[in-house]
């Protein structure tokens, strides 16, 4: 299995978005389902591919998002309607307010690198959904295994323009901002 780190996969997002930086500033100005439709169809696969994984092309198992390996057959052979597993679990919600939940709802998978992209300036403001996002996760790891083996990124874009990206790794005491890369935040 091809473990993908909050590394990793913010290098990969990272690079994607400077490609598609025209058709996604097109596409932030489009309606929700819309803009969640052009993040379905064209950033998650183009990020997939940076990382050697394949996309599902529509929601998982109610997730917005999700990477995977291999595909699972059937006894005949044929593709299933499933992956043998997820490697990276994505949930993207527009409206900030609601990404506890959505937070809440990636608890409830087991894959390596579970990821969260919403919209929230930067200051206190982002520093409060965090915490949340901490107490969401403190509060699920019956394992004590979310900093190791199942990690966790946020991803969190300004509000509206979306000019820029923030990165935040879930590690032993709570989420840490990852470095900018490449000059790009």
Not at 65 to 83: C, I, N, P, Q, W
């Amino acid at each position: 299995m091809n473990k993908i780190t909050p590394r990793d996969f913010r290098n990969a997002f990272v690079a994607v978005m400077q490609s598609e930086h025209d058709s996604f500033r097109t596409a932030v100005g489009f309606e929700t389902k819309s803009y969640n439709f052009f993040m379905r169809t064209t950033i998650y696969p183009r990020v997939a591919r940076q990382l050697g994984l394949l996309s599902w092309n529509k929601e998982y198992y109610t997730l917005d998002g999700m990477l995977y390996e291999k595909r699972g057959v059937d006894d005949t052979g044929k593709y299933a309607t499933y992956a043998n597993w997820i490697s990276v679990a994505i949930e993207h919600e527009n409206d900030s307010a609601r990404a506890p939940e959505k937070m809440n709802k990636l608890q409830s998978f087991n894959a390596p690198l579970k990821v969260l992209i919403t919209y929230a300036a930067p200051g206190p403001a982002s520093e409060t959904l965090l915490r949340k996002y901490e107490n969401l996760i403190k509060t699920s790891d019956v394992f004590n295994d979310v900093a190791t083996l199942r990690q966790q990124l946020v991803i969190l874009g300004t509000p509206k323009t979306v000019r820029e990206w923030r990165f935040y790794a879930y590690e032993n005491d709570g989420f840490v901002l990852m470095l900018p890369i490449n000059g790009v935040e």
